[in-house]
């Protein structure tokens, strides 16, 4: 027996589970789920010429946080084309395992899918293969160069632009090596409202510095990019995307930044948007504004990643829109541009149906941009374990037919990087989705609760059990509160936190109002989008669309999205639609107390810095899903005239008085209002 392994014998009677406690360390949440020590006596060995940065953390990694019973890793770079630059294989040899990569991306990779394994207790397999689903799995941050973050609810941005490139904040390389932990390769730093001079030299400079942080890390840096920016930083008169000097100037702009950052990923545009400059200023397509920033980027390798998130001013209902503008350019875009389209057509909605232009541009290449940070799911306040609303997509969309996945981030410099510490799930989720789409819910959470809450010994299956019941059906719990039966959109203008069906904005465009999109009235509730209304279910291929198309086999969950649905409409369960829709209002408050509850039987068995401040923001949760109960079953009562159905508990709170309640237009931070908290 080798000295090594003596000392891990020594180590692990030690360190056994019945003398450790079994919550995972978490004091302010900083370590997120890596926060594991190993014994640090386990061998690796390479079979390469020079160990590089990449390798030298895959080894530090593994040797400091290795909690499996082998003695030794044996690293190989010679495993076959086929695994691509992510890929691994794995061999458990009995007292050994051998990590096969064709590239040292696949070793860091590799060695963080055994991390996980080893901290789950969970068996290596004598073979394992693991190969991304998706080449770019992205983190979008839609962070400002001021500090602030848009729909960012986690403190400011990490990125500390003032300080960089002399100064840098050790959470840059913490940032990348969770990334890299979960599979995430890709991250575009700047808020898709673009500010032109993240391209300027100055931020540039500031840019690289980042991206040589990242880079052992296999985390390449893309930016947004304001469309106009040739304008706004040089003067030029104009940003038509067919004018040689405007082409020539985003040329000069792909050497400079290709100068500075040799693997520059590419940009992502927001363009004709909201406001923001795009090629249609000039009476140019989609096509042609991205084009011309793909040649730009080609002679090095660099893609564009083009959003489809458009509605005009237009008399078009809005779920229609960004299927009207993109699907007749399919086909003309180059082959180094892909059309990031966000998951739903209206804009990240507790609950969506797919967009129809999934699917829909066969010669287009397409990827999805989900949404980890919370802006229509509570915020930092609630908890919405979102892996089951990525899962609903991939059930209509084949992970197949896309090319790559984008998350919105959730991320800031909270000292818990994303402000609900349970919200750092979504984070991982997100990440190991990207890699792996056909992974279920229940794995993924179950993966990070053993890293993250409880580890995994004699003693805390239950509670792990209990806490995975309450995070699994959090999300379903948020859209029951929210917006249930398919309404969406009917949030407080600008915030997008608390309810507000009644809301009124002189002034307004039409669909950013809650009654464009609930339409109650006497009778019924709902947007009809079938043939009869907007049509938008012919934008969904057959047998999808007739499906949608009739109020009898539309999916309950998306009835309302689809069909203006009389009251006393017979649903599934017998009930009137509006007696279902008082009892998913209902349910979703008491799941909300359930939550509680099932927290507050975790309390010894989680750290209890954690303990006190989720139970803190359940409790808020709990208050604001009254709050949304309210408002709108008495708001849609005026409507349907129908009393509150026997077993559905009466309001706490009346109409008047949530009519009172002004969150503020932006920046919205504390929903404590004093109404809500002396009514419970
Ligand atoms: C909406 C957000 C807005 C974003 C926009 C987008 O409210 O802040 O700028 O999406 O995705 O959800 O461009």
Request: net charge negative.
């Amino acid at each position: 027996m080798t000295d090594a392994m003596l000392r891990r014998i020594i180590f692990a009677i030690l360190f056994a589970c019945i003398v450790s406690p079994a919550a995972v360390a978490y004091s302010s949440g900083e370590g997120l789920w890596l926060d594991h020590g190993g014994e640090g006596v386990v061998e690796v060995k390479f079979d390469v010429r020079k160990l590089t940065p990449t390798l030298t953390e895959a080894r530090n990694a593994f040797r400091s946080r290795w909690t499996g019973d082998h003695w030794r890793l044996n690293v190989s770079l010679k495993g076959p084309k086929s695994l691509g630059r992510d890929g691994f294989e794995i061999r458990n040899r009995g007292e050994e395992i051998d990590l096969v990569a064709h590239h040292e991306l696949g070793v860091l990779y590799g060695v963080y899918h055994l991390l996980r394994l080893g901290v789950s207790g969970q068996t290596i397999p004598d073979y394992l293969r693991e190969v991304p689903a998706y080449d770019l799995r992205m983190l979008n941050h839609w962070d400002n160069l001021d500090g602030t973050v848009e729909r960012g609810y986690a403190g400011s941005s990490l990125w500390k632009w003032e300080d960089l490139p002399d100064s840098v904040s050790p959470r840059y390389e913490a940032y990348a090596r969770a990334n890299a932990s979960v599979g995430i390769n890709g991250t575009v730093l700047n808020n898709v409202n673009a500010s032109p001079r993240i391209l300027s030299a100055d931020y540039l400079g500031k840019v690289k510095k980042l991206a040589d942080i990242f880079r052992p890390f296999g985390l390449k840096v893309y930016l947004s990019v304001n469309f106009a920016s040739p304008m706004a930083l040089d003067s030029l008169s104009t940003a038509d995307p067919l004018d040689p000097a405007v082409q020539k100037w985003w040329q000069r702009k792909a050497r400079e930044i290709y100068g500075l950052i040799p693997d520059f990923g590419g940009f992502l545009v927001k363009a004709n948007s909201e406001g923001q400059p795009g090629p249609m200023d000039y009476g140019r397509s989609h096509a042609e504004g991205a084009n011309m920033l793909a040649k730009a980027l080609r002679p090095y390798g660099g893609i564009v990643m083009w959003r489809s998130f458009v509605y005009s001013p237009i008399d078009a209902d809005r779920a229609k829109q960004a299927y009207m503008e993109f699907q007749p350019l399919d086909g003309k875009f180059d082959s180094n541009v892909i059309i990031q389209i966000k998951n739903g057509p209206i804009d990240f909605q507790p609950r969506e149906p797919y967009s129809p232009l999934f699917g829909a541009m066969p010669h287009t290449q397409q990827m999805v941009e989900f949404q980890v940070t919370q802006e229509y799911l509570g915020h930092a306040n609630h908890l919405a374990y979102l892996a089951p609303m990525w899962k609903e997509f991939f059930d209509y969309v084949p992970s197949t037919s896309i090319k790559a996945a984008a998350g919105v981030a959730n991320i800031g410099d909270d000292p818990n990087w994303t402000g609900h510490p349970l919200a750092q799930a979504n984070w991982y989720a997100f990440g190991r989705l990207a890699w792996n789409p056909q992974l279920t819910s229940d794995e993924i959470l179950s993966e990070w609760i053993d890293q993250s809450l409880v580890s995994p010994c004699e003693g805390t299956a239950e509670v792990k059990n209990t806490l995975m019941g309450m995070m699994l059906k959090s999300r379903e719990t948020v859209v029951d509160y929210m917006m249930p039966l398919g309404l969406h959109h009917i949030f407080a203008f600008g915030h997008h936190y608390g309810p507000e069906p009644w809301c009124d904005v002189p002034g307004a465009r039409p669909d950013w109002l809650p009654k464009y999109y609930h339409r109650a009235d006497s009778e019924g509730l709902g947007f009809d989008r079938s043939p009869s209304g907007s049509d938008a279910v012919s934008q969904y291929p057959e047998p999808l669309r007739s499906q949608l198309a009739d109020i009898d086999t539309c999916p309950e969950e998306f009835l309302l999205w689809f069909h203006h649905v009389p009251w006393d409409h017979k649903m599934k369960s017998g009930r009137t639609m509006w007696d279902e829709l008082c009892h998913a209002y209902e349910r979703g408050v008491s799941q909300a107390v359930r939550q509680q509850r099932a927290w507050e039987s975790a309390r010894l068995d989680v750290d209890s810095v954690l303990f006190a401040d989720v139970e803190r923001r359940l409790m808020t949760q709990v208050r604001d899903a009254q709050w949304w109960k309210d408002a709108c079953l008495l708001y849609f009562q005026q409507y349907s005239l129908k009393p509150f159905p026997a077993d559905v508990t009466l309001p706490v709170h009346t109409l008047e008085e949530l009519r009172e309640v002004n969150l503020g237009i932006t920046n919205f931070e504390s929903p404590s209002a004093s109404l809500l908290n002396t009514k419970r």
